[in-house]
Each structure stands twice: as C-alpha cells, then as structure tokens.
C-alpha cells in the first residue's frame, strides 16, 4: 500500500527546495559575479549587502509586458517556458539527501535524471522554433547541436560511477561512494561538469543565446514571466547539475556526522559546485561554434572512454 500522507510530504519537501533552491543560486550568481567584476548594483539594492537585487528582479518580470508575435506558433511558443523548467522539478524526487530522504529511490535512478535533463532542452528548442524569428531558429540550431554533442560524454562519465557502485540508484551509488573516488574518478568528475554546463548553454558554452551574435536565441521574441520562467529553468538546470555531481562524484550525504546532518552535507557540496558554476562564467569568454563541437568530440570523449576503461580495470582488480 502507498503511503498518502508520506508521499504528499516528499512532494511537497521537493516543490519547496525546487521553488527555493533555484532563487538561492540567482542570488549566489549575484553575488558573485559583483565580487569578481566590481559590479555596483547588486551590491547595495535594498540596504544590506543588495538583498532586494533578487526581489526587484522578480517585479521587474511581473511588471514586462508579455507579447506573442504574430507569425509565431502560439501552442508551442507558450508551451516552451514550461517544457524548459518542469523537467528540473521531476529530477529532484530522485536525487537523495540522504539514505532515506529522497522523493524516490529508483533502481534505474541515474538514466531516469540523465534522460528527463535532456528533455528540458527541447523547451529550448521549441521556443527557437515556434518564434517565427530567424535569429530564435538559429539559436535553437545551436542547442540541438551542442545537445547531440555533449549528451555522450555526460552520459558515459555518469556510467563510470556507476560502474564503480555497481547500481545504477542514486542511493546506492552515494553509499558505495568512497574516498579513493576523488582520485579514479577526477577525469569523469571534470567530464560531467564541463558537458553539464553545455548542456544547460551556461557560459563559456552560451553560443546559442549569444547576444553579440543572434540576440539573446530562442528566447529572443520572449517576454516577462515566460522569460522568467526560462531564466528559472537555467538556475534550476545549475541546481540539478551540481547536486547529480555531488551524489555521483562526491559522496553525496557523506561527511563527518553525516547520519544526522546528510542533507546539510549535499547543500554544501551543491553550492560548492553551483559556485564554480558561476565562476566559469566570470572566468572563461564564450567559445566559438567549432571549438564547441572540437572540445566534445576531441577532448571530452575520448577522455571519458579512457575513464571508463580504468574503471573497468579498478573494478576488476
């Protein structure tokens, strides 16, 4: 029998991290990023260290009008925002804080993430597409091509940890998790971030809303909350990101006292990430469309094949 009530609050614990989490990250970036680059708004907006720099962003948004074009394809043009971020909520029930607080403890929870990611960024390319907007198309041209390029090497180095845990559970592969880890598993650990960030299109990897270039891409025709909603989607995409590679590469809930404070432990190891995340951004400048597709198929799988193999003789001796 199914637990009603124990599952109303495992949904409910998973909307709230997902409505809060996100939002949290925009105001890390923030925060960041004005350190680094000397930014003066988000440093004073409201007082205190600009705490209000997120809240009059979010008026902003609302205040936007929202406007369809008119040679657009309006179902799929409203469509887009939604397909982009809800897929990010649907991932978080299977990443675990914990041996038993997870929303679901799948047996097949690795691919089941890796395969719900790749569909938040089909929001990208049908807002792209239904945009009737030829800078839009093109951006979205880019996402499908940076999308089939990157998706190997993520997923092969997420199979390298898998192969080390013997389990294909998120659960099960955080408790194998061990620290020799950091050292066999550096090479797929670096793989999975850089092909992350390629796939969420986060700088260096941004060619596809590139402003200099095609405007700001698919979401250029784009407006007010549906824009916001894009812009959630991609902090939610950090967040996803940061907490797979923290349960697949750095031990999950494992830290000292880690039977009382596991959630704590994956927060700071999310966050660490999420940070380098938003570092990347500050550090390195947007790569050109052929060294974008030369860094996947050139660099990031055959490292991530080679990984795979010293996996296999780690395993086998």
Known sequence: MIDVADLL???????????????????????????????????YAGGFHGWAQLVADGVKFVQKEDVTPRAADRPVFALAPAVALVPYLVVLFVIPLGPSLVGADLDLGLFFALAVM???????????????????????????????????PMVLAAVSAAMMAGSLSLVAIAQAWEWSWLVWQLPALCVFVVAGLAELQRPPFDMPIADAEVILGPYTEYGGMRFAMFLLAEYAGIVVLAALTA?????????????ELGWLWVLL??????????????????????????????????????????????VLV
């Open 9 to 43: 609050l495992r949904c409910g614990l998973v909307l709230v991290a997902f409505l809060v989490l996100p939002l949290a990250v925009g105001q890390l970036e923030h925060k960041t990023m004005a350190h680094m680059q000397s930014r003066v708004g988000p440093m």
């Open 118 to 152: 790749s569909v938040g960024v089909l929001g990208t390319l049908m807002g792209g597409w239904a945009s009737a907007n030829k800078y839009s198309l093109l951006g979205g041209l880019r996402t499908a091509s940076q999308l089939m390029s990157y998706e190997l």
């Open 247 to 259: 349960t697949l590469f750095l031990g999950g809930w494992r830290g000292p006292a880690s039977d």
């Open 269 to 314: 190891k999310t966050f660490a990430v999420a940070f380098c995340v938003v570092w990347f951004r500050v550090a390195w400048p947007r790569l050109r469309e052929d060294q974008l597709n030369a860094l996947a198929w050139k660099l990031l799988v055959p490292v991530a094949l080679g990984q795979l193999a010293l996996t296999t003789v780690v």
